[in-house]
C-alpha cells in the first residue's frame, strides 16, 4: 500500500501552528467566546473535547484567525505529551489551537479525517514521531516535520471503510465509559444522602504509603505484580498494566483505593486486581466497605486542596498528613446498606470495564493489519 506524507493530503495551507507566545496568554481568557484547544482537550477519546477556556470574538479577529481550527480538523501536539492527536467533530464552530498544538486541514477528496485519524496514532507513525522529534529542551517537533510524516493511503472508500470499523469499536468503548460515568455519579449521590459526618482516614482505614521496587526487578513482560508508580498509570477508573515487578515493596489488594501522593495530589483508581504500588500511590484498604471508603474519597477531595496550593513545584503528601485527613462518612447504621448498593453499582462498572478494556485491544490489534492491508474490510465498489 502507497504511504505518503500528511503535506500532500493536506489543503493549501492546511498545516499550521500555535500562536506566538505573546498572542495568546492567561490573561486573554475570557467567560465565553472562540474556545481554544489545549492538550486537555485531547485526551478523552477521538475527538477534541472536556472543558474549554474561551477568548474574546475580538482577540480572535485580531490576533488568532490564522490559529483557527474547524470541524473536520486533526490536532497534533507540538510538544509535550507527543504522539497526541484529536479530531475536531465535524460540523464544530471555529477554535483556536494553543501555542502546543498544530492543526491539519485535509483535502477531503484525496483522504477521509477520521481514517487520517487512525493513522496517525498507528505503532508505526508514532515511532516516527519518536525517530523525528527534537530532543533539545522539551522534546518537540515542527510543521516541517509533521508535514513529512507518513501514512499509508488506500483508496478513500477503503479509508472509510476502516474508519468506520475501528469507529464501531471506539463508539462502543465511549459508550461505556459515558455508563461509567453515570454509574459514578449515582453512587456519589447515594453517598451523599448518607453522609452524616466526618471522620480522620485512618480511623475508618488502613492506609499504606508506597514503595517503589529496584529497577532491576521490574519487567513489561506480566512477571509478578502489576507495579503502578502514580498518576502515569491511573485510567478511566482502574488503572493501565504497563509493568510488572517480581519483588513488591507495598502493596494493594484488589478493590483498594488508590491515591496520588505527588502531583497532582488526590487523584483516585481502584485496584482492580493485587498489586504493588510505588512512592507515588497510596492504598486505602477496607475490609468490610470497600466502596463506600471510595466514594468517601471522591466526596472529600477538598482535603487535599491546600496541598495543591501551597506553591512547591511538587506538590505531595506524606503519612501524616493522609491519615490526618478528613473525610465525609456514614453513620454506622447506615453503613451496611449502603455498602450493598455501592457493590452493586461497582460490580457494573467493573463488567463495563473490563468490556472496554477487551474492545480496546481488538481495535488496537485490528488498526495495523487493517493499515497495511493485511486484513481487508468490505467497501463499497472495491473487492475485499
Same mark, same amino acid.
Given at each position: 500500500?502507497?504511504?505518503?506524507p ?13 500562536p506566538?507566545g505573546s ?6 481568557y475570557a *467567560?465565553?467566546?472562540?474556545p481554544v484547544?489545549?492538550?486537555a482537550?485531547?485526551?478523552h ?44 467533530? !465535524? ?10 498544538? /498544530?492543526?491539519?486541514?485535509? %483535502? ?14 498507528? !505503532?508505526?507513525f ?17 510543521l516541517?516535520i ?6 499509508? $493511503?488506500p483508496?478513500?472508500?477503503?479509508? *472509510? ?7 464501531a ?25 448518607a ?6 482516614l ?6 499504606? /504509603? ?10 513489561? %513482560?506480566g512477571?509478578?505484580? !502489576?507495579?503502578?508508580?502514580?498518576t502515569r ?5 482502574? !488503572? ?15 478493590s ?11 487523584e $483516585?483508581? *481502584? ?25 468517601? /474519597? ?7 486542596e ?20 478528613e473525610i465525609?462518612?456514614v453513620?454506622d447504621?447506615?453503613?451496611l ?21 477487551r474492545?480496546?485491544a ?5 488498526l ?6 493485511? /486484513? ?9
Open positions: 500500500m502507497n504511504a505518503v500528511l503535506k500532500c493530503i493536506a489543503v493549501e495551507k492546511g498545516l499550521i501552528g500555535g506566538f498572542s495568546l496568554v492567561s490573561r486573554d *467567560r465565553s467566546g472562540v484547544i489545549r492538550g482537550n485531547m485526551s477519546g477521538r475527538f477534541v473535547s472536556g472543558d474549554f477556556v474561551y477568548v474574546s470574538q475580538e482577540k480572535f479577529e485580531a490576533d488568532l484567525s490564522r490559529n483557527s481550527a474547524q470541524g473536520g480538523d486533526l490536532i497534533y501536539t507540538q510538544r509535550g505529551t507527543l504522539g497526541q492527536v484529536a479530531l475536531l467533530p !465535524p460540523g464544530k464552530e471555529l477554535h483556536v489551537i494553543s501555542q502546543s498544538q /498544530m492543526r491539519l486541514r485535509i %483535502d477531503e477528496a484525496k483522504a477521509d479525517p477520521l481514517y487520517v485519524y487512525y493513522a496517525s496514532t498507528s !505503532p508505526h508514532l515511532w516516527q514521531i519518536d525517530n523525528r522529534a527534537i530532543s533539545t529542551g522539551v522534546p518537540h517537533i515542527n516541517g509533521l508535514g513529512d510524516l507518513e501514512i499509508p $493511503l483508496s478513500i472508500a477503503e479509508q *472509510r471503510a476502516i474508519a468506520a470499523t475501528l469507529g469499536l471506539d463508539d462502543k468503548i465511549e459508550s461505556n465509559r459515558r455508563a461509567v460515568t453515570i454509574a459514578e455519579q449515582l453512587g456519589d449521590a447515594l453517598f451523599a444522602a453522609a452524616s459526618e466526618s471522620r480522620l485512618s480511623d475508618v482505614a488502613d492506609i499504606t /504509603m508506597g514503595s517503589s521496587p529496584k529497577g532491576a526487578d521490574l519487567n513489561e %513482560d512477571d509478578g505484580l !502489576p507495579f503502578y508508580q502514580g498509570d491511573f485510567g478511566v477508573r482502574f !488503572p493501565s498494566l504497563r509493568v510488572w515487578t517480581t519483588a513488591p515493596v507495598r502493596t494493594a489488594a484488589k483498594d483505593t488508590l491515591m496520588s501522593v505527588r502531583a497532582p495530589v488526590g $483516585l483508581n *481502584r485496584a482492580s486486581a493485587d498489586c504493588c504500588i510505588g512512592r507515588g500511590v497510596a492504598a486505602i484498604h477496607s475490609d468490610t466497605h470497600p466502596s463506600t471508603l471510595y466514594y468517601a /474519597m471522591r466526596s472529600s477531595s477538598s482535603a487535599w491546600k496541598f495543591q496550593g501551597e506553591g512547591t513545584v511538587f506538590a505531595s503528601v506524606n503519612k501524616t498528613d493522609v491519615h490526618g485527613a465525609r462518612w453513620g447504621g447506615a453503613l446498606e449502603l455498602e450493598d448498593k455501592l457493590r452493586a453499582i461497582d460490580a457494573r462498572i467493573e463488567s463495563l470495564e473490563s468490556e472496554t478494556q474492545l480496546t481488538l481495535r488496537d490489534a485490528l495495523p493489519e487493517l493499515l497495511s492491508g493485511r /486484513m481487508r474490510v468490505p467497501a463499497e465498489g472495491v473487492a475485499a
